[in-house]
């Protein structure tokens, strides 16, 4: 009984720093403070390694005038194939085929029950 609560627990854990990580991928916009405090409110439930890794990078984020974030989201994000986060540039790259295959993301979400984002 022990280990499956253990099991349970960590898998809790798990789902919050995947969305703790996901907050802070987003690009920092005018609700950038706010996920920064989402994100605080999810490492309190999270411990070890990666709460520590994810609060340095709360910490830095937090210290970072806006435009200096937004600047350093896209030098670091931007349209490259090694580190673009658009799932669309891996799968059309920078064409006009892009637009269908976003419309087909978002039937994916709409056929899980997912609003798209």
């Known amino acids: 009984m022990k280990l499956l609560r253990r099991q349970r627990e960590s898998t809790l854990e798990h789902r919050l720093v995947w ?8 690009y920092p916009d005018e609700q950038f403070a706010e996920r920064l405090a989402t994100v605080d409110e999810l490492l309190a439930h999270v411990s070890g390694s990666p709460a520590e890794l994810l609060g340095t990078t709360v910490a830095h984020l937090r210290a970072l005038e806006p435009m200096r974030a937004a600047v350093g989201y896209v030098d670091t ?3 490259r194939r090694r580190s673009t986060l658009y799932l669309t540039y891996w799968t059309a790259g920078d064409t006009r085929n892009r637009g269908s295959h ?4 978002t039937h994916t979400y709409r056929e899980a029950g997912v609003n798209p984002p």
């Open 102 to 105: 976003m419309l087909a993301f």
């Open 19 to 26: 969305q703790a990580a996901a907050l802070l991928l987003a």
């Open 77 to 79: 994000f931007d349209m």
